[in-house]
């Protein structure tokens, strides 16, 4: 049986079903380690080996830990991860009634495979923004007990060719029903939104006082483990929660080096990253600057650490499925259990290059871990990460790496117990002998 570490990031997958409740709960874990805020607005007073954090837009966190030595000579140690998950996002002004029901708009967020989506329990989770003191809008977090919704499939007998391959239509396929008619109820117009009601009960507010709301549909059922030896996890979410969940335990299970350390999770990267808390943004570079002009750096002392730094991009890779195996290059195809995998790419969808693929295998050897290697095959284009963009706009050398993962972007993913670990194991390492540029 795998580490204790594999309970603990269930209980982390089963804690985050939105990217709110994430960062709430990396914050949380942060906290309980001695960790003070930042606020990007105050005046920032750093002490070597003290650990920080800074949380943009309630989703996105960059905690850090300052290095005994300047920036300019030591540079950074860097792992960057992202909180969110495709999902369904629910348009909680939207009330869709009829005769037959209730149902809630939805529109797609990321790229899910939809069909999973269907003919389960799903539950409400997100945030609002309510009225408060003085009429201060506040931020709260929302998750309601249980599940609320369900997306029904259309029965075979009037789709006859759906395992042929059907294309769901997000406007008249994914409204999820809600409430069905009681025989004193029929369906009509009028009345609040369900969605806000919801809100509006589990906040213990009036629905007039809701400001605004980014709510999701998510998966009700909880993280498990299986398989023989519980070698396997099964849950929402583990793209990229897991990477979340490994290098955040590295980053505080590593002691204070003379080099900085840096853990980023970074928000938006399943529509693209163009957010202010996303890695195509400027989130990451402006709290670096910062520690440079707090720790003695002058302008030229910032681009040196720049340069002195080297950054573990950690995001899932495609494990080798043995249902689907023409649609892999089995010399490229990492297995679960297997460790974590290098991944690349000739036109760098990946940020991985000959050097800082070497220097991450040299932390995986350090830390007695297994490395893989993944491509997809020559014919397919591969998806993208945090990594090049983060690259980009830092100049920091980066190698994207990940665990190995079954049906990624499904409602329910599955990886290896023992990867989790391995993939820990390879992080604190690299946090240990800090980036060696």
């Known amino acids: 049986m795998p580490a204790v570490s594999v309970k603990s990031l269930c209980d982390f997958l089963d804690a985050s079903p ?50 005994g030595d300047s920036p300019a000579r030591r540079g950074f140690a860097l792992a960057g991860a992202h909180t969110d998950a495709p999902a ?8 869709l009634r009829h005769r037959a029901g209730d149902r809630v708009a ?28 003085g009429g201060r809008p506040e931020l709260r977090l929302v998750n309601p007990a249980g599940p609320v919704a369900v997306i029904p499939n259309l029965a075979i007998h009037l789709n006859r060719d759906v395992n042929k391959g059907f294309e769901y239509n997000a406007q008249n396929h994914l409204p999820a029903l809600v409430a069905a008619p009681l025989p004193d109820r029929r369906g009509g117009e ?37 398989g023989r030896d519980g070698e396997l996890i099964n849950s929402g979410r583990i793209d990229n929660l897991a990477g979340c969940h490994a290098i955040l335990a590295a980053f505080n299970a590593a002691p204070p080096g003379a080099h900085g350390q840096i853990a980023v999770f970074f928000d938006n990267e399943e529509i693209g990253s163009g957010t202010r808390q996303g890695a195509d943004g400027l989130f990451l570079r402006d709290v ?32 080798w ?20 995998a290098v991944k690349a790419n000739a036109n760098f969808k990946y940020a991985t290059d000959a050097d800082s693929e070497a220097r991450f295998r040299a932390y995986c050897e350090d830390a007695a871990v297994p490395c893989q290697k ?23 050398r980066t190698v994207d790496v990940g665990s190995p993962l079954l049906a990624m972007h499904s409602i329910r993913e599955t990886a290896g117990s023992y990867d989790h670990d391995f993939m820990t194991a390879a992080l604190r390492r690299f946090y240990e002998t800090g980036p060696g540029v």
């Open 321 to 340: 499925h043995p249902n689907y195996q023409d649609k892999y290059d089995e010399e490229y195809s990492p297995v679960l259990n297997g460790g974590p």
């Open 18 to 67: 939105t990217q709110f409740h994430a960062a709430d709960a990396l914050a949380a874990a942060l906290q309980a380690r001695g960790a003070a805020v930042l606020d990007e607005r105050s005046e920032w007073t750093l002490e070597p080996g003290k650990t920080y954090y800074v949380v943009r837009n309630g989703s996105g966190i960059v905690a850090f830990r300052v290095g």
């Open 190 to 226: 009028g009345g609040e939104p369900w969605a806000l009601g919801v809100v509006a009960r589990d906040l213990g507010v009036a629905v007039r006082d809701i400001l605004g709301a980014e709510l999701f549909l998510v998966d009700a059922s909880r993280a498990v483990i299986l």
């Open 374 to 396: 993944f491509a997809v095959r020559a014919d397919m284009t591969p998806g993208s990460t945090i990594g090049p963009l983060s690259s980009a706009l830092s100049g920091i």
């Open 288 to 319: 670096l600057a910062r520690i440079c002009a707090r720790t003695g750096c002058d302008d030229e002392g910032f681009f040196r650490a720049l340069a002195a730094s080297f950054c573990v991009s950690v995001d899932a890779a495609q494990g």
């Open 106 to 133: 939805v529109e797609v967020y990321g790229g899910p495979i939809l069909s999973s989506w269907l003919d389960r329990p799903l539950a409400l989770a997100g945030r609002a923004a309510v009225r408060g003191p």
């Open 88 to 95: 369904l996002r629910v348009r909680p002004e939207k009330s």
